[in-house]
């Protein structure tokens, strides 16, 4: 794509007089033509995506990372098996505070609701911005920047998908997910 982008511009440069022919060599016009590959063009792992189950345990880890300068999760769905302990560490490499909540299946815009309303509440910080309804079943503390927090808790035991998302106030519409839980 850049070289598709630079190439005429190279082209117009060249052709319309901007350098005199003495001033650019070849190789220099063709290194005018090259450029690195976008970001989008580079393999790259494309996480630190791991998720361990340990059948003998019924054990599962998961490492969720939040990205930076996204207000995103770097997974948008994991898969659980129902009633297995669930090791979940949240990885905030972000420069703001994350929390992470996990409600009950369908109840993503009304927990959201609660978390907006708890602006008028001035003990929200000390409640981390975790709405105080029944929806919610797991949540963290306030996560800062570059801190590994580890949530352990039992996965529910009927079948579904629990939304997950940050509740710090007006996050909750970019940063959520789905936790799908298997019988």
Known sequence: MIKATLFPLAAILLLGNWFSPNEVKSSEAIALCEAKPSIENIDQPKSNIRIVRN????????????????????????????????????????????????????????VGAA?????????????????????????????????????????????????FACTFPGHWRMMNGIMVVEG
């Open 115 to 163: 978390a907006d309303a708890m602006l008028r509440d001035p003990k929200a910080s000390e409640k981390f911005y975790i709405p105080e309804v029944p929806e919610v079943l797991f949540s963290t503390k306030m996560i800062g920047p570059q801190e590994l927090y580890t949530l352990t808790f039992t996965a529910p035991t009927k079948s579904g998908n629990y939304p």
């Open 55 to 110: 059948e003998e345990l019924r054990e599962t880890t998961i490492l969720l990372e939040i990205v930076p300068e996204m207000m995103k999760f770097d997974q948008d769905t994991f898969k659980v098996k129902a009633g297995d302990k669930i090791i979940l560490e949240i990885d905030n490499l972000d420069g703001m505070q994350h929390n992470l909540l996990i409600a009950k299946p369908g109840t993503l815009d009304k």
